[in-house]
């Protein structure tokens, strides 16, 4: 289900709520069995929709709405603050400052759109005065240093790589040391996606990331892989120390809820979304606004 569809779904419930002419149990359950459904088909965690139901029923009393409230109203709020809730870990992500060096690392399964999104990134604060460069760190995917080198030359963004060397290690630190000499600003590590085996993908990361000492590890996840989301978000939050999520292809056929399972997964905020294949397609990510959208 598409965002917008989400909102349209979520609005007719809590319009036929209000068409009843009394309020009960019953009324209510129906409708957020409603609004639970839509989640679902939005790939929405199954667990966060289940605590999210048993939060608003505990909110919403309605022997407690006095008579005259607007119980859709009420209940319509309920919903926005726990979907703002499900979207805000409680505490904000590192921030790079402009002027002090700064080592980002962006993880993410093959196919996320982390080397289009580490371009993004870079690009997105080279327009506000930084000074950012990228690391191509890739040395399994043949074809990642070229096309990294591609997305940096067309925004004209320093780079470094290797087509021979095959430790990826090796070249992050190298990468990492030549632009703190050079006084870069904000230091971009693209990793590997892809592994013979998962566990040494997982692996992998953990040596970058311990060898460069990242300030802030961005965990991407490509907003299509539904139900998977959470798994997958998880799975990086458990080999690095991830501290913010990129959800990308928010554009087209955008599904809103895997956005909501990796802030759970990973107990970070979404700071940017992608929202096409070109390098300004990107976005701040804000929570209300997103939340609003998505109640449409
Ligand atoms: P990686 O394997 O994770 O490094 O993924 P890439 O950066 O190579 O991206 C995979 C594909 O997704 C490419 O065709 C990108 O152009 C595309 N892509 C990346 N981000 C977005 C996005 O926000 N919207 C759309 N529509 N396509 C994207």
Request: overall charge positive.
């Amino acid at each position: 289900m598409v965002l917008g569809e989400l909102g349209g779904t979520i609005s007719r419930a809590l319009q036929q709520m209000s068409n009843a002419t009394i309020i009960d149990e019953k009324v209510l359950n129906e409708c957020l069995n409603e609004i639970s459904r839509a989640l679902l088909q939005s790939d929405v965690q199954f667990k966060l929709v289940r605590d999210m139901q048993t939060n608003i029923k505990k909110i919403v009393n309605l022997d407690d709405l006095a008579v005259g409230h607007n119980k859709r109203k009420i209940i319509q709020q309920a919903i926005f603050n726990e979907l703002c809730k499900m979207l805000d870990p409680g505490k904000p992500s590192f921030t790079p400052k402009k002027g002090k060096t700064c080592v980002v690392m962006f993880v993410g399964l093959q196919g996320s759109g982390k080397t289009t999104t580490c371009t993004k990134y870079a690009y997105y604060h080279q327009k506000k005065g930084w000074k950012p460069a990228l690391v191509c760190a890739d040395t399994f995917r043949a074809g990642a240093f070229d096309q990294l080198k591609q997305n940096a030359t067309k925004a004209k963004i320093p780079f470094y790589g290797s087509y021979t060397e095959s430790d990826p290690v090796k070249i992050a630190v190298e990468g990492v040391e030549r632009f703190k000499k050079e006084n870069c600003d904000l230091i971009i590590v693209d990793t590997s996606g892809r592994h013979k085996q998962e566990a040494a993908l997982f692996e992998e990361m953990r040596q970058v990331s311990e060898a460069t000492k990242p300030d802030l590890v961005i965990f991407v996840m490509d907003s299509s892989i539904g139900q998977a989301a959470f798994d997958q978000a998880q799975a990086f939050k458990q080999s690095v120390a991830v501290g913010a999520v990129i959800v990308t292809k928010m554009d087209g056929h955008a599904k809103g809820g895997g956005a909501l399972s990796a802030v759970a997964a990973t107990k970070s905020p979404v700071i940017f979304i992608g929202t096409g294949e070109h390098m300004d397609e990107f976005e701040v990510f804000d929570v209300k606004p997103f939340v609003s959208r998505l109640l449409g």
